[in-house]
């Protein structure tokens, strides 16, 4: 292996640090509008929802105690704003139903009181015992989404990543919640910040000699060892159908010392092939984390983990409640399992207390309450770390958010092999909180599909923060940014050697699969026997033979200029700022439209089709078109639909300009994303004309549809 160019660790460390804090300041911009939460009106906070940065109408229905002795709010919809609703907005059990929302398991929220102005008010009234004049002006109290369905939310209180819990202030805040019309303000979130800068400080602490073999290898200090196949062969697999990509990327995974890349495109068994390694690890007596940027990536690996009967433990907070997973479920082993006694009474003496304040009937009474409540959570920690600590200690197998894996509970373990899916959409700097004591390493993902989204990009694109800057600085951020990950530059640092690639796909028939592969994976993908050939009128219910049904492939041509692109109007005010510089194309959109009726009327349920787009306006034109007509089908951007997949897709393009701009469709990751969705149905509306000039890589795509798919051209007339 040629020795790769070596990159200084305190010079690594100080960039990510610089481009760490302008990210989080734009992050906090963005969600700015928390800050300002007791003013916002009913109005923007609809939009704010719409965005995915809010939930509205909302009422106080249940506390408790969950982990770490943090009180776990229920939050219902409103009876009086969902009474008069349609059989739409309710649950199969006649519930009312949230409203459609993007706050998700794991988001840091603030609960505000919807009544104008009220924070200052209620300041004022109440006195002492109504608050801190600061908490109440800043809003609600603060806590962490741990979980969500359509008829309620929960959320744990305190803040995050501090250790401390819900703390005696939020106490106060959450009782002023009873009885009040509330919203769920999304915040940014600070742990996963926070943890990372931790994380990059302790490493810009560290002198050579403390740096491991794998850190060295990871900064082209050194090579990587070559794996060594005697120490762990034979290898016998217990899944039978293992393809023999699957199978040689888990034997290199074993035999490799300290870092083995697995390459897996869309469809071709990632998660499958990382189930079987952690299981071979596990026969071999290693102990193992295994993290992942999200709470869905690591929730995956442990329902599927756990029918294996792998002692396996979930860290943090549960995001699914299927039985499988519960059971291994930190926070509900230290209610159920034997270890878990010593932390039950504490727990319902909380409870008892918490539950005490409502009948209080003087500040003084409720001070002395909250007092109490403080050294019995006090308390409650100290008893629920021990219990956690022989909990994780006895598992072969921890499963944690790559932040979640910086967290207290796995403070002094320590790990034979870490295995971080999903990699490649993770920032570098977040992979690390867990690799700084790792020893051996093994990363899943895709290069080539979309990085993590970074709002601050890079210092050319946010001029103030350019200005801010010094000369020495910029020189040290210039050509780095965060969408850099780690996945990708062990890549370029030690070439492919260090990875192996998985090729059978299971997703997308032949000729959806086709360009994809030829152009971004050097033709090495196979479609799955199973899939080659599957078509929407071959789906087990039934569907009528249609030019649709039995096609794979269909692209609606709009060139010509009758279905040109517009920019968002500056009229949609605050909604425009949390949009961004948007496109919509009206025209195009009723193409769509159009093709999704004509799937629905082949027989093709609507939960089975997903129109996606990579502009958020065009999502709302579509939405506007489509919500209601068919309230199953999923609208979405292509960047929120990456990892997901359905039977048909119906991608719209947007761009049609005579400067033939073509804008976000220049990042081929993201095409690939939205053209490898599909298992049966891609049905692409764009106009050839303005894409094709856009890149050689778009030109390429618009003559392979021209050559491969069924080609339409829509009559603008037709449609208005
Ligand atoms: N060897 C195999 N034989 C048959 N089916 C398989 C095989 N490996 C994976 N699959 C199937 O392929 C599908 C995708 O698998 P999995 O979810 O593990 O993929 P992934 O690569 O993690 O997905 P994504 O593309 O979303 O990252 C699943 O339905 C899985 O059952």
């Known amino acids: 292996m040629a020795s790769p160019t070596p990159i200084s660790i305190p010079h690594f460390v100080e960039t990510q640090l610089q481009l760490l804090l302008l990210e989080h300041e734009a992050e906090v911009s963005s969600s700015s509008l928390a800050t300002t939460a007791a003013s916002v009106s009913p109005a923007t906070r609809r939009t704010l929802q719409a965005t995915g940065y809010a939930l509205t109408g909302l009422v106080l229905s249940q506390c408790r105690t969950g982990l770490g002795g943090r009180v776990v709010g229920e939050f219902a919809p409103d009876p009086a704003v969902s009474s008069g609703k349609s059989d739409n907005d309710r649950a199969s059990d006649g519930q009312p139903r949230l409203g459609s929302h993007g706050i998700r398991v794991g988001d840091v929220v603030r609960v505000n009181d919807v009544s104008a102005g009220n924070a200052k008010k209620i300041g004022k009234d109440k006195g002492k015992d109504g608050g801190s004049k600061e908490q109440k002006d800043k809003g609600g109290p603060e806590g962490v989404v741990t979980r969500v369905n359509d008829k309620a939310i929960w959320i744990a209180f305190g803040q995050q990543g501090r250790g401390g819990g819900t703390s005696k202030e939020d106490d106060e805040a959450i009782e002023e919640l009873w009885g009040k019309k509330l919203w769920a303000m999304k915040l940014a979130n600070d742990v996963t910040y926070r943890r990372m800068r931790q994380t990059m400080e302790k490493m810009a602490k560290m002198t050579e000699s403390d740096h491991s073999h794998f850190m060295r290898v990871a900064f082209g200090h050194t090579t990587p060892l070559q794996p060594d196949y005697e120490d762990i062969s034979p290898v016998e697999f217990s899944d039978p159908t293992l393809n023999d990509s699957q199978k040689d990327a888990i034997r290199f995974a074993l035999a490799s010392k300290d870092i083995a890349l697995i390459h897996g495109p869309p469809g071709t068994g990632k998660t499958h092939t990382i189930i079987e390694l952690i299981m071979q690890m596990v026969q071999r007596k290693k102990r193992i984390l295994v993290c992942g940027p999200s709470n869905i990536s690591v929730d995956n690996i442990v329902e599927r983990l756990a029918p294996k009967k792998v002692p396996v433990i979930r860290v943090g907070h549960p995001a699914r409640l299927l039985p499988s997973v519960l059971e291994h479920s930190l926070e509900v082993l230290t209610q159920t399992s034997d270890a878990a006694s010593i932390v039950k009474d504490v727990r319902k003496e909380i409870d008892d207390k918490q539950a005490s304040i409502r009948k209080t009937r003087t500040g003084r ?24 600590d022989n909990l994780v200690r ?67 694109s946010k001029p103030g923060a350019e200005k801010k800057d010094d000369g020495p600085k910029k020189e040290i951020l210039k050509g780095v940014s965060l969408e850099r990950t780690l996945f990708d530059r062990l890549l370029s640092l030690h070439g492919s050697e260090i990875k192996r690639m998985l090729t ?55 060139q010509g200029g009758d279905f040109p692109e517009k920019a968002e109007e500056k009229e949609l005010g605050q909604k425009e700022a949390l949009l961004g510089e948007s496109k919509s194309n009206e025209m195009e959109a009723m193409v769509v439209a159009r093709h999704v009726d004509t799937l629905v009327e082949a027989g093709i349920k609507p939960e089975d089709i997903a129109v996606i787009t990579p502009y958020n306006g065009q999502l709302s034109v579509l939405s506007q078109m489509l919500r209601e007509k068919h309230p199953g089908l999923e609208l979405g951007s292509v960047d929120g639909f990456q990892g997901r997949e359905k039977e048909a897709v119906v991608v719209s393009l947007v761009r049609s300009n005579a400067e033939h701009e073509v804008g976000f469709l220049g990042e081929k990751r993201r095409l690939n994303v939205a053209m490898t969705r599909p298992k049966r149905h891609l049905c692409i509306c764009g106009d050839s004309d303005t894409i094709s000039r856009g890149s050689s890589f778009l030109k390429h795509w618009m003559d392979y549809l021209e050559e491969n798919a069924d080609l339409r051209y829509p009559d603008a007339g037709d449609l208005l």
């Open 394 to 460: 006895e598992s072969s197998v921890a499963v944690a958010t790559l932040h979640g894996a910086g967290g207290h509970q796995l403070k002094n373990q320590k790990f034979d092999v870490v295995i971080i899916d999903e990699a490649s959409q993770a920032l570098e700097a977040q992979c690390w909180i867990p690799l700084i004591s790792a020893d051996k390493v093994v990363l899943a993902g895709d290069h080539l599909q979309l990085p993590p989204t970074v709002k601050s990009t890079n210092l050319k």
């Open 504 to 558: 059978t796909q299971y997703r997308m028939h032949e000729k959806i699969m086709r360009f994809p592969s030829d152009e971004l994976y050097e033709s090495k993908l196979m479609a799955g026997d199973a899939v080659k050939s599957r078509l929407l009128a071959d789906l087990p219910y039934e569907t009528q033979g249609t030019d649709d049904t039995q096609e794979p492939l269909v692209f609606w041509d709009t």
């Open 365 to 388: 009474e409720r001070r002395a309450i909250y007092d109490d409540l403080k050294q019995l959570r006090k308390e409650f920690r100290e008893r629920e770390s021990k219990c956690v």
